[in-house]
């Protein structure tokens, strides 16, 4: 459907299309950015074929886990892979930031792990939830938790995922 006619239908029974635009969800406001960078990727099959980046450095086969009824093919991803490495990555880099700020000697062998949990919602509906495990050898628990507060606050998909979806953090 294109955009013209969706606009028309919806015109007819009065309903409000939303907003097109590149925006950051924070609670219920919506905040613009101006993009700095932007990745883009397509996905063909669905969660039993293939995605893949524009410049093709990412090209992975995708499969259904077998907990969700899927044939859980090895050699192959899923989205709930692909966003826990995402989360992590950057939730890492936002870490090195808030240390900065903090003036803190992050250990370069620190390492998050994110698990990206998918179930059942209170409505029946399929939902995410987060766990970002941080572990930091060398600094002290406080310290540590004090960097990983810091950096939720400041990492894109940690903002992004505020009062959308549970997010645990773990200082191991």
Known sequence: MTAAIAR???ARVGAQLPRTSVVAATSRRYISIKPIYTAE???TGGRNG???SSDKVLNVELTLPKSLGGPGEAGKTNPEQLFAAGYAACFQGAMGLAA????VALPESNTVTGRVHIGKDAEGGLGLAVELHVNAPGLDKETTQKVVD???TICPYSRATKGNIDVTLAVV
């Open 8 to 10: 028309t239908l919806a």
């Open 150 to 152: 810091l950096a939720h």
């Open 41 to 43: 990727a397509s996905a």
């Open 50 to 52: 293939r995605a893949v």
């Open 100 to 103: 900065r700020n903090l003036k």
